[in-house]
């Protein structure tokens, strides 16, 4: 079998019963007390059977275009499949594996403008496709395939899941602060209200309470509970690698000076900086906006040398305009992608809120995606992690954002302590610099891949 692409190891079941993995069996010969929730039996559907050879050139396709859960943008990097068998139950947390299950066929990543192109894809009716970014999974019965032609999957059926009930999704943890509203952008992505709970209720989305931001739901969302703080978060690697990925909002509060010491900072201990820092080289996916650069900054060596950080005025960044860095895989592609979704036509993305932390990555570890000219800025750099290590060694991943999610109250969502989610979350559409965001997010989600390579289609079982 093919190795992924890279970062972690593919979990495509075997094919045989094992001393491992799940079980893998015709659906009329489920064996009698096989099957454990642990060890679940993955009923095969003989799809591979429905395979058809085709006169000349001709071949039986199906394409579409995959969108993010609200159905608002179209989404790069998508794995899209036909399984074999059913789907095994992803696991949940930070992680080392690239989770594919289902034995593909047929298999294809979407391109910069959400569209991809399945060939050789079994006929006949009830024909299911899988789309997967990370945890983010849904299988979507697109019906009936006819033999040897192009089957156009209709617009906008496939979406990633609003909620559990429509299929798999991350387990989110969100921090909120008074600078930022990540909470908001999160629903704005189309995840359903009833996805933010507190842990105990099941939701895929936990809310906790930052700094200065939204401590507590409104009453018609679970009768108003508080939120837990912060803390109850990122003080304990145990709490935090439970999540695929955790976001954090700007508190405000920059991050001190070298020399100064953490305990000026009322929520960030020492050990929590550890705690974060495992969770990273776990396999956790990260998000920090702005302040969170502290996590950096003053975290466990080798974060600090992630970038040259500053703590220069930057009241001149609040209204700029950026442009996507461009030159390796997935820089390209986002550029094409805010052209072609109509995000930025001309390439050129307004950014409010914009702030300057960042003065310039470490190329040994970290990538730049957004950068302003007029003044210089760096607004968004990534890096897989642990920082240095080889890629076959890497799969966590942050990001960090010198830019706000949104300029905030009165013409953006808004979060802080007198305001309870989601009465904050005012706007229902995504501003340029939101969905360059949520590009990034699902990025983020996605399988590591360096970031001077390509994604590649999961392999097929033949």
Not at 228 to 234: E, F, G, M, R, V
Not at 253 to 278: H, I, R, T
Not at 326 to 332: A, E, I, L, R, S
Request: include cysteine; glycine fraction near 8%; charge should be negative.
């Amino acid at each position: 079998m093919p190795p992924p692409a890279s970062g972690g190891t593919s979990t495509l079941p075997p094919s045989v019963p094992g001393d491992k993995g799940d079980f893998i069996v015709d659906p009329k010969d489920v064996p009698v007390g096989m099957e454990t929730p642990e060890r679940p039996v993955l009923r095969r559907r003989g799809l591979i059977d429905k395979q058809v050879s085709c006169e000349g050139d001709a071949t039986t396709t199906v394409s579409g275009t995959v969108y993010i859960p609200s159905g608002q943008l179209p989404l790069y990097n998508v794995m899209v499949y036909v399984p074999e068998t059913e789907l095994a139950p992803l696991q949940a947390g930070a992680s080392c594996n690239c989770e594919i299950s289902g034995e593909p066929i047929v298999s294809a990543l979407t391109d910069s403008s959400g569209r991809f192109v399945l060939e050789n894809v079994p006929v006949g009716p009830e024909i299911p496709i899988v789309i997967q970014v990370g945890d983010w999974r849904r299988e979507i019965n697109i019906g009936t395939v006819e033999p040897c032609v192009e089957t156009l999957v209709p617009d906008r059926m496939l979406t990633l899941p609003k909620n559990q009930f429509e299929g798999d999704l991350p387990r989110i943890a969100v921090a909120t602060g008074r600078l930022d509203a990540l909470e908001c952008l999160v629903r704005k992505l189309g995840v359903a209200d009833s996805e933010f709970t507190n842990l105990r209720q099941g939701g895929h989305v936990n809310l906790y309470e930052g700094m200065d931001g939204t401590r507590r739901y409104d009453d018609a969302l679970n009768a108003g509970e508080a939120f837990p703080p912060a803390q109850a978060l990122w003080d304990d690697v145990e709490a935090l690698k439970s999540y695929d990925i955790v976001l954090l909002s700007c508190e405000g509060d920059a991050p001190p000076a070298p020399g100064e010491p953490l305990s000026d900072v009322p929520n960030k201990s020492e050990a929590a900086m550890q705690a974060m820092f495992d969770y990273a080289n776990l396999g956790g996916r990260i998000f920090a906006s702005h302040f969170h650069s502290i996590w950096f900054q003053r975290g466990p060596a080798p974060f600090p040398q992630i970038a040259t950080f500053t703590a220069e005025n930057d009241s001149e960044y609040q209204e700029v305009t950026a442009q996507v860095v461009t030159g390796f895989p997935k820089g390209d592609a986002m550029q094409q992608w805010v052209q072609s979704t109509g995000t930025a036509p001309d390439g050129q993305i307004p950014i409010l809120g914009g702030a300057h932390t960042i003065l310039a990555e470490n190329t040994d570890f970290a990538q730049r995606w957004l950068e302003t000219s007029d003044p210089p800025s760096v607004q968004y750099i990534s890096a897989n992690t642990p920082l240095g290590a080889s890629d076959a060694d890497q799969c966590g991943r942050v990001v960090l954002s010198d830019l706000h999610v949104s300029p905030g109250y009165p013409d953006g969502d808004y979060s802080d302590a007198t305001t309870e989610f989601p009465e904050g979350c005012i706007t229902n559409t995504l501003s340029p610099q939101e969905a360059v965001l949520a590009f990034m997010l699902f990025d983020l989600s996605a399988c590591i891949v360096p970031d001077n390579q390509a994604p590649v289609a999961p392999p097929i079982i033949r």
